[in-house]
């Protein structure tokens, strides 16, 4: 095994034991589920603004990737503009996580963690940012992109 190779196990090592022990323990979490075909964990919790998100950690060479499907692209687009303009006045102050949007026109929370970086405190500060967005930015995000429009008098 090449030292490369043996980080790498000793990383998924690592993610495997603390998110099916300390993780998987927590109150807010509901699920915890590793698919080795594509090396990912699927971390999913519940939170009081929303009824549950999964946190995606895609294990790779050099970093752990991790995304969290935050909500679709309203159809208007002049809501989209709106939307995406609060998003990145949002990113401004975001540490571990950023605001983006996927090929599909969605918006995702995402970021990523060297592999020299990666700890058991860097796992939770991971799941506790994603968390903490979530239920800080999701029904604020809702009200922007999908509000219903205004009625106007005749």
């Given at each position: 095994m090449t030292p490369d190779a043996a980080d790498l196990e000793a990383a998924r090592a690592l993610i495997g034991a603390h998110f099916t022990g300390p993780v998987r323990a927590q109150p807010a979490i509901q699920h915890v589920e590793y698919d080795p075909e594509l090396s990912r964990w699927y971390v999913r919790f519940?939170?009081?603004?929303?009824?549950?998100?999964?946190?995606?950690?895609?294990?790779?060479?050099?970093?752990?990737?991790?995304?969290l499907y935050f909500l679709p692209a309203p159809d208007d687009p002049e809501r989209r503009a709106e939307l995406d303009a609060w998003l990145l006045?949002?990113?401004?102050?975001?540490?571990?996580?950023?605001?983006?949007?996927?090929?599909?026109?969605?918006?995702?929370?995402?970021?990523?963690?060297?592999l020299e970086h990666l700890s058991e405190a860097e796992l939770d500060r991971v799941?506790?940012?994603?968390?903490?967005?979530?239920?800080?930015?999701?029904?604020a995000a809702v009200r922007i992109a999908f509000r219903p429009r205004a009625q106007h008098a005749s």
């Open positions: 519940g939170c009081d603004g929303r009824d549950a998100a999964t946190i995606y950690f895609d294990l790779h060479q050099r970093t752990l990737r991790y995304e006045r949002r990113n401004h102050d975001l540490y571990g996580a950023r605001f983006s949007t996927g090929p599909d026109g969605d918006v995702y929370l995402t970021g990523r963690l060297a799941i506790g940012v994603l968390f903490e967005l979530t239920e800080r930015w999701f029904q």
